[in-house]
């Protein structure tokens, strides 16, 4: 048999090769781990988790303030996100970071919308690696909450029109929707695809809220350059409207006629029988007064969403910021903050949500701003909603709307103080 010795030889020289720059790695990495910067090693004598949380424990009102939430139900969330933080390996004994202190200090980024090298610095965490931690935390609420904004089916879209009925007094309303843009740094090489008319580059957070002001969808991620229609259209909600594969309930009796269940949306959206929107006036016109009394009645269940938006906002400053990180990681923040909002908003209203926190209606019919409008921070981006669009509308939403304005326009459903609301909202025209 020939044996070819120079190809033995060769194969020999890459293993040496390759076995030498392994060892040259691994020396790096050592020497990388004991060069930790003296700052970072003291993490847990000296960082703002192990210095401080236990003092603001005992502080109800500090803690709150620190964390727009109640330290029980702190306690409460860490128990739901501990199994999804919890390391396969316990690599680092003495030096980890327990979930306890990666939920603390995520939720504090969240809530004071600091940078994140900030946060990093003071609980003395590498910035590097507390980028990785807030992808984690986020990523383990979002599993932990998920419960929180079911899937939408008949029970749920009946439930959500009995309580748009019930608070803001428009009936089949399933849902108020509306599109809000994310401020974010531009990423490397993006060019203007992410940069919206309003001058920034942002992603899109497109909701539904119910009467209540929890997010019953949520669809992050969209382009910021891209067109407001195609932002719609393309999500999952848009498609499904188009193709009527949600499961509404079937068309309910309002006023001698049956009427199909719908969403409510500004002139961002297409007029359709699944999308009810206000009238727009001709120019240099005044619209009638059936549809003015029409689009006061609509507005009151339109500006769920924007409440929504508005409560939480001012909870967790980092989305009426400019997020400094890659897209990605900021579609998780903001996925994050939606459950957390909807969790909050059903477990512990008093604090996270309290009475006149939000919109709410005085004795005499007027709408009430709600105290969030406060809590917004300096230099906020939160008015930037999507840009309206002229959509065809359809027959059947033609029809359906004006169906509607015959109802609220009607003695069996109008309201007491509408017709003097929209008589002095003309006068200040």
Same mark, same amino acid.
């Given at each position: 048999?020939?044996?070819?010795?120079?190809?033995?030889? $060769?194969?020999?020289?890459?293993?040496?090769? #390759?076995?030498?720059?392994?060892?040259?790695?691994?020396?790096?990495?050592?020497?990388?781990?004991?060069?930790?910067?003296?700052?970072?090693?003291?993490?847990?004598?000296?960082?703002?988790?192990?210095?401080?949380?236990?003092?603001?424990?005992?502080?109800?009102?500090?803690?709150?303030? +620190?964390?727009?939430?109640?330290?029980?139900?702190?306690?409460?969330?860490?128990?739901?996100?501990?199994? =999804?933080?919890?390391?396969?390996?316990?690599?680092?004994?003495?030096?980890?970071?327990? @979930?306890?202190?990666?939920?603390?200090?995520?939720?504090?980024?969240?809530?004071?919308?600091?940078?994140?090298?900030?946060?990093?610095?003071? #609980?003395?965490?590498?910035?590097?690696?507390?980028?990785?931690?807030?992808?984690?935390?986020?990523?383990?609420?979002?599993?932990?909450?998920?419960? #929180?904004?079911?899937? =939408?089916?008949?029970?749920?879209?009946? +439930?959500?029109? +009995?309580?748009?009925?019930?608070?803001?007094?428009?009936?089949?309303?399933?849902?108020?929707? $509306?599109?809000?843009?994310?401020?974010?740094?531009?990423?490397?090489?993006?060019?203007?695809?992410?940069?919206?008319?309003?001058?920034?580059?942002?992603?899109?957070?497109?909701?539904?809220?119910?009467?209540?002001?929890?997010?019953?969808?949520?669809?992050?991620?969209?382009?910021?350059?891209?067109?407001?229609?195609?932002?719609?259209?393309?999500?999952?909600?848009?498609?499904?409207?188009?193709?009527?594969?949600?499961?509404?309930?079937? $068309?309910?009796?309002?006023? $001698?006629?049956?009427?199909?269940?719908?969403?409510?949306?500004?002139?961002?959206?297409?007029?359709?029988?699944?999308?009810?929107?206000?009238?727009?006036?001709?120019?240099?016109?005044?619209?009638?007064?059936?549809?003015?009394?029409?689009?006061?009645?609509?507005?009151?269940?339109?500006?769920?969403?924007?409440?929504?938006?508005?409560?939480?906002?001012?909870?967790? #400053?980092?989305?009426?910021?400019?997020?400094?990180?890659? @897209?990605?990681?900021?579609?998780?923040?903001?996925?994050?903050?939606?459950?957390?909002?909807?969790?909050?908003?059903?477990?512990?209203?008093?604090? =996270?949500?309290?009475?006149? =926190?939000?919109?709410?209606?005085?004795?005499?019919?007027?709408?009430?701003?709600?105290?969030?409008?406060?809590?917004?921070?300096? +230099?906020?981006?939160?008015?930037?909603?999507?840009?309206?669009?002229?959509?065809?509308?359809?027959?059947?939403?033609?029809?359906?709307?004006?169906?509607?304005?015959?109802?609220?326009?009607?003695?069996?459903?109008?309201?007491?103080?509408?017709?003097?609301?929209?008589?002095?909202?003309?006068?200040?025209?």
């Amino acid at each position: 048999m020939f044996i070819d010795s120079d190809s033995d030889s $060769d194969l020999e020289d890459a293993i040496l090769l #390759y076995s030498a720059v392994l060892a040259e790695s691994i020396k790096k990495q050592k020497k990388k781990r004991q060069n930790k910067s003296i700052y970072l090693k003291k993490r847990q004598k000296s960082g703002r988790f192990a210095r401080d949380f236990q003092d603001l424990i005992k502080d109800p009102i500090r803690f709150c303030e +620190n964390f727009h939430m109640d330290v029980k139900t702190f306690q409460r969330i860490l128990s739901m996100v501990t199994p =999804y933080l919890k390391p396969k390996k316990m690599t680092r004994p003495t030096d980890g970071i327990s @979930p306890n202190q990666k939920l603390a200090a995520v939720l504090e980024y969240f809530a004071c919308g600091s940078l994140q090298r900030h946060i990093a610095s003071v #609980y003395r965490i590498s910035k590097q690696h507390f980028g990785k931690i807030i992808d984690e935390v986020s990523i383990a609420l979002i599993s932990a909450l998920n419960e #929180y904004i079911p899937p =939408y089916d008949a029970n749920v879209m009946i +439930n959500a029109a +009995n309580d748009f009925n019930y608070q803001w007094n428009f009936p089949n309303c399933v849902g108020s929707i $509306d599109g809000k843009h994310i401020a974010i740094k531009c990423p490397p090489k993006a060019g203007s695809m992410f940069f919206n008319y309003k001058g920034y580059h942002s992603i899109v957070l497109l909701a539904v809220a119910d009467a209540k002001y929890k997010f019953s969808y949520i669809d992050v991620g969209a382009y910021g350059s891209e067109g407001d229609a195609g932002v719609f259209s393309s999500s999952k909600l848009g498609k499904a409207m188009v193709n009527e594969s949600l499961p509404f309930p079937p $068309d309910a009796k309002i006023h $001698d006629k049956r009427l199909p269940f719908f969403f409510v949306g500004d002139d961002a959206f297409p007029l359709g029988k699944r999308l009810i929107k206000p009238y727009v006036p001709k120019r240099n016109q005044m619209l009638e007064a059936d549809k003015t009394i029409f689009n006061y009645r609509v507005s009151r269940a339109r500006r769920c969403v924007e409440n929504a938006f508005g409560i939480l906002c001012s909870r967790w #400053y980092c989305l009426a910021r400019t997020m400094f990180c890659s @897209p990605d990681r900021a579609q998780k923040i903001v996925a994050a903050c939606c459950y957390l909002h909807n969790f909050l908003t059903s477990l512990n209203p008093r604090v =996270y949500c309290p009475t006149r =926190y939000a919109n709410y209606i005085d004795s005499s019919g007027n709408l009430i701003e709600g105290e969030w409008r406060n809590n917004i921070p300096a +230099n906020s981006l939160f008015s930037s909603t999507i840009n309206p669009t002229q959509g065809r509308p359809t027959d059947i939403g033609k029809t359906t709307r004006d169906s509607l304005k015959e109802f609220v326009n009607s003695p069996e459903g109008s309201v007491p103080w509408q017709k003097k609301i929209t008589h002095q909202t003309n006068k200040n025209l």
